[in-house]
């Protein structure tokens, strides 16, 4: 089995920064990509970044490409989501999530933490 736990959602203002944690307990967490996903009310859940176990290859939705970075610390059993110049439209709740590899489809993804709340105002 495998565990993940979100945290550093939050109110921001549109224009500033957050940074997301997914700390992941379990088995050996480095043989796991990690993805980040997300869900606004009344909309289906959405792909917006995935990491390769080995950290080299990254995957970006379209529409926080330039300014999200997904990133992870091995020896930490961390992921991490910087999420910059953040718009209204990016408030949601996001959810990490393990797969064998790194996609950007959700059913791949076995395991799921339970999310943490994003809010930019405008």
């Known amino acids: 089995q495998v565990q993940l736990v979100e945290s550093g959602g939050g109110l921001v203002q549109a224009g500033g920064s957050l940074r997301l944690f997914c700390a992941v307990s379990g088995r050996t967490f480095s043989r796991y990509a990690v993805g980040w996903f997300r869900r606004a009310p009344g909309t289906e859940r959405e792909f917006v970044a995935a990491i390769s176990w080995s950290g080299d290859i990254t995957y970006y939705a379209d529409s926080v490409k330039g300014r999200f970075t997904i990133s992870r610390d091995n020896a930490k059993n961390t992921v991490y989501l910087q999420m910059n110049s953040l718009k209204p439209e990016d408030t949601a709740v996001y959810y990490c999530?393990?797969?064998?590899?790194?996609?950007?489809?959700?059913?791949?993804?076995?395991?799921w933490g339970q999310g943490t709340q994003v809010t930019v105002s405008s």
């Open positions: 999530a393990a797969s064998a590899t790194a996609t950007m489809l959700g059913a791949e993804y076995v395991y």
